[in-house]
């Protein structure tokens, strides 16, 4: 770490990734070096903790919610109901076209 530098100050890229808010809430620093409020944090770690007790449903089910919550942000909603398809998932259900599509 240079002298410019502070022990709160993310690196450049630390805003990519899959793991990278994961990293700056570990932190508790935002991604423009801010620090994250106690309360938030503390609030987080309240709701993680929830959920990392709830039993889930099955591999497959996990994985095709998160390819629909997160596709749905970069693929346009015919071809990704299709890679679904595809993959033998189910396809687009009528209340996630709904949600992740109905204000576009």
Known sequence: M???ETPTEMP???SAGADAVDEAIARGIDFD???IPQA???LYSRV????AGRQRSGVSNTMRSRIVRIGAKHIPQEEL???LIAADFAPLKDK???F???GK
């Open 33 to 35: 070096g801010s620090p």
């Open 81 to 83: 109901n299709q890679m």
């Open 12 to 14: 450049t890229n630390a």
């Open 100 to 102: 992740f599509y109905g």
């Open 48 to 51: 993680m903790a929830l959920e």
């Open 96 to 98: 996630e076209i709904a």
């Open 40 to 42: 938030k944090l503390d």
């Open 2 to 4: 240079s002298n410019s």
